[in-house]
């Protein structure tokens, strides 16, 4: 006796969702700004390591397991990525310096803590210092080619304009002290302490990167920057 063949039933399972292409064009998205950040990283360590002329590409990509074609891809040329770098290190350092509570309505303790700041980032963030050195040697060349340079000290400033202003409401402050003047007197002394420590230890026969040695800089720092600003005592006969 012939049977007819079965039919197969039908499969109730749903069939597999092809990936939308907007999720596909996202995850791309994704793999390519972090194939980028990673290449970031590694030049601020190469570059801060062996200078920008040690620097290589190759150096670069092996440092961020990439391939040298995309540095190329990213950023253009090598000059591209280091006024990146650049760029990078000025917005990190902005950045931090927002999340600082400061109250200009308390002028002496803002100011402190404005001190305090600059000076804990040179030594927390050596690289960041030695970039600038290296960036200094070849005579600013790279970051007048930035076209953000100039909006990385414009936030600094007008937070110690606003502290000053306040001080100078209250009868703390002089009134002709300008806070470019301010913020060069404390980036001044905090860098070059910081991209000094070790030739100055060397020449003063003390380890001036001590951590006694450093509070008491800072100090002498805050004392200084107090000095200048405060309205002088009046003068006894």
Do not use: C
């Amino acid at each position: 006796m012939v049977t007819a063949a079965r039919q197969p039933k039908p499969s109730l399972a749903k069939p597999s969702a092809k990936p939308s292409a907007k999720r596909v064009v996202g995850v791309r998205e994704h793999n390519a700004q972090q194939t980028r950040e990673s290449i970031l990283r590694a030049a601020i360590k190469v570059f801060a390591q062996h200078g920008y002329e040690g620097g290589s590409v190759e150096k670069i990509s092996r440092q961020a397991m990439s391939y040298d074609r995309m540095i190329y891809y990213y950023f253009g040329s090598k000059e591209g990525l280091f006024i990146e770098v650049l760029e990078t290190i000025y917005r990190r350092m902005n950045d931090a310096e927002a999340q600082l509570a400061i109250d200009v309505n308390t002028p002496l303790l803002s100011l402190e803590q404005v001190v305090h700041f600059v000076l804990d980032y040179y030594r927390h963030h050596p690289e960041f210092v030695t970039l600038l050195n290296t960036e200094n040697l070849h005579k600013g060349k790279h970051i007048v080619k930035s076209l953000r340079a100039r909006e990385f000290s414009s936030p600094a400033i007008a937070v110690i304009h606003d502290i000053l202003r306040a001080g100078v409401s209250q009868g703390l402050f002089r009134t002709d002290i300008s806070a470019r003047d301010v913020y060069l007197l404390i980036a001044a002394t905090g860098y070059f302490y910081m991209s000094n420590r070790y030739t100055l230890s060397a020449f003063l026969g003390e380890n001036i990167d001590a951590p006694q040695a450093v509070a008491q800089w800072k100090s002498f720092v805050i004392d200084t920057v107090f000095r200048v600003v405060n309205v002088p005592l009046p003068s006894h006969p």
